[in-house]
């Protein structure tokens, strides 16, 4: 019984498709992590991750292709976390990590490691196309006793700005 228990927490947590954790998940831990930021005085950096003209990729090759491109941008997310990150598939195309213990200049470091990884992952999504597919990045460390929604907003409108300055690019607070 309790085997099964546990299988069925890991499946309301975790995203089928990116093996990441979902939604749900995400605004659980955020407020564990903004809590203890708050208690001991420890930088904690957000980041969010929007793949660029995801619905155009799909609209062209359909959405197993789309698929293969959101399970491999989980992939190379996995490879540069530490034991002490998370990184949650927030929605659609968009995907939030979670870097306690870091400022923004080495969430920063991070992030472009993990855009510029994946910028050379190559897609075969139909015969004789080699397609690359990148990712804008927004990121912002937390400012204590900040609201929950008023980071993530914040964050948010930086990944916008990423988008806006021509995309496959990080953008943070200067």
């Known amino acids: 019984m309790r085997e099964s228990e546990e299988r069925y927490r890991e499946l309301s947590i975790v995203d089928d498709l990116t093996q990441l954790y979902n939604f749900r998940h995400f605004y659980f831990q955020l407020k ?10 420890q930088p904690l950096t957000l980041l969010l991750l929007d793949l660029d003209n995801f619905k155009a990729f799909n609209d062209a090759y359909g959405h197993v292709e789309g698929d293969k491109v959101l399970w491999r941008l989980g992939q190379v997310v996995k490879r540069w976390l530490r034991q002490t990150d998370s990184a949650y598939r927030y929605g659609g195309e968009e995907f939030t990590i979670l870097l306690p213990m870091t400022t923004s200049a080495d969430g920063a470091v991070t ?64």
């Not at 564990?32 to 005085?41: A, C, F, H, I």
């Not at 855009?115 to 080699?130: I, M, S, V, Y």
Request: net charge positive.
């Open 32 to 41: 564990v992590e903004l809590d203890r930021s708050n208690r001991y005085k």
């Open 111 to 174: 992030a472009e490691r993990i855009r510029t990884e994946f910028k050379k992952e190559n897609f075969l999504p139909a015969p004789g196309q080699d397609v690359q597919v990148t990712v804008s990045i927004g990121l912002a460390q937390y400012k204590p006793q900040e609201e929950m929604k008023a980071f993530v907003h914040r964050v948010d409108q930086l990944m916008y700005q990423a988008k806006k300055n021509g995309k496959d690019r990080v953008c943070s607070e200067s």
